[in-house]
């Protein structure tokens, strides 16, 4: 069977979701002094996401694969630490926030389903 490629998985396009999210966010809330801290920490850990599950997808082997989902799940995880102090430092609101909890969870959910779908693969259950 011929892998999958990253683009088709669900979880890859509602992790791009997330962070064309997060771009939009920061380029309509975020104050230009956060330009060089929050702003880029943020769009650099939502890019991890993405770039990790890409990068494990090419490896072609399961246990690579899910070392990478591991990166991209801290990846999301900071992703919404970020998102969490710009609503502490009222740059969003509570809205917005709770918006993009649902995303992140909608990404975990994905994400955390892809990894077990990859170990039982392994070991033949499929």
Known sequence: ?????FTDLDLYK????LRKSVRNLV????PKEEKYRLTDQIIRSSRS????????NGRFYY????KFCR?????????LEHLITAYDEKYITIEILKEM??????CMRL???YMNYLKKSKKGEM
Request: proline letters at 2%; zero cysteines.
């Open 14 to 17: 509602e992790a791009r979701k």
């Open 71 to 79: 990166i991209a799940r801290g990846s999301l995880e900071e992703t």
């Open 27 to 30: 380029n309509s809330n975020f």
């Open 63 to 66: 246990l690579e694969n899910i």
């Open 1 to 5: 069977m011929k892998p999958k490629a």
């Open 101 to 106: 909890k649902q995303q992140h969870e909608i």
């Open 49 to 56: 996401v993405t770039a990790n599950i890409a990068e494990g």
């Open 111 to 113: 994400i955390n389903g």
